[in-house]
């Protein structure tokens, strides 16, 4: 083998894969991510994203995982690295795996945008990872961001999402209500009001975005002024309130579940 093999700590190459995986202004400026681990790697490939560049260690190159994932990519594109080196900059609890770099996707168009999750100030990135898996699930592809949300596409998101970001297409916007207010579906909005109606009420076949907030405060009053209804999830028992991505998690869920009732899919 003819493959790039990198074994100093002061190479630049690794000092840039290093900033990506822990700057997120980093990530932003090139518009690059990591990925971590072999699963995730072969997730987006599989989803036919082109990756940049995939560093491997040198101990692993003959695993049989990890040797399928460099018969498919050109030789230029594979990076083989001293063990001890990835064990100084990967996230990972389990530092021996490869890692790659992908360009970050970018978001549709809003013209093009019928149903779309939106995460204003959502700050844990379990919860946003939870959240895009389950959008998926749910047959959602669109998910919108405000700037000061949790950086989507750091390691803690991307693992938590693991592979969702593959079939996504995402955007952070600067100014999430002046979004809210050019969208031209109905946007629903968990939140406790006098007008809010139970989400099993409510004919969720159309095409609708879901606003969800901040762990501790929820949503901002200026967003709560974009959306068309109000939402709340009955519950039993002495709980006041439910985790973001569970609450993100049932309603998406009702939302298929009404679509695909309507289809004949499911049984009345």
């Given amino acids: ?30 518009k690059l991510a990591v990925l971590e681990g072999v699963h995730l790697i072969q997730t987006f490939m599989q989803a036919r994203h082109s990756i940049q560049t995939l560093y491997v260690p040198q101990l692993r190159v003959f695993d049989s995982e990890i040797a399928a994932l460099i018969a498919q990519l050109p030789e230029q594109k594979v990076v083989f690295v001293a063990d001890y080196l990835l064990d100084k900059i990967s996230g990972l609890v389990n ?17 093009d945008i019928g149903d779309v999750v939106l995460l204003e ?8 990872g939870t959240i895009l898996r389950s959008a998926l699930a749910a047959g959602i592809d669109n998910i919108v961001l405000s700037k000061d949300s949790v950086d989507v596409w750091s390691p803690k998101v991307l ?21 809210c207010a050019d969208y031209t579906c109905p946007l629903y909005a968990t939140a406790l009001s006098t007008s809010a109606k139970s989400i099993y009420s409510l004919n969720l076949t159309q095409p609708a975005g879901w606003l969800f907030g901040n762990e501790g405060s ?13 939402v709340i999830i009955p519950m039993s028992g002495q709980t006041e309130s439910l985790n973001v991505a569970m609450a993100a998690t049932i309603c998406l869920f009702e939302q298929q579940r009404q679509r695909l009732q309507t289809r004949g899919i499911l049984d009345n």
């Fill in 1 to 30: 083998m003819s493959h790039k093999i990198i074994q100093s700590a002061s190479n630049s190459e690794l000092k840039h894969l290093s900033r990506l995986i822990a700057q997120s202004h980093h990530r932003f400026q090139h």
């Fill in 95 to 111: 530092s021996k795996e490869p890692v790659a770099i992908v360009q970050l996707l970018v978001g549709t168009d809003k013209a």
């Fill in 218 to 230: 929820g949503l901002s009053a200026k967003i709560l002024q974009a959306v068309s209804r109000h």
């Fill in 121 to 128: 100030r959502v700050q844990d990135p379990g919860n946003v």
């Fill in 159 to 179: 693992r938590a999402a693991m592979g969702a970001h593959a079939y996504l297409k995402i955007q952070t916007v600067t100014d999430l209500a002046a979004w």
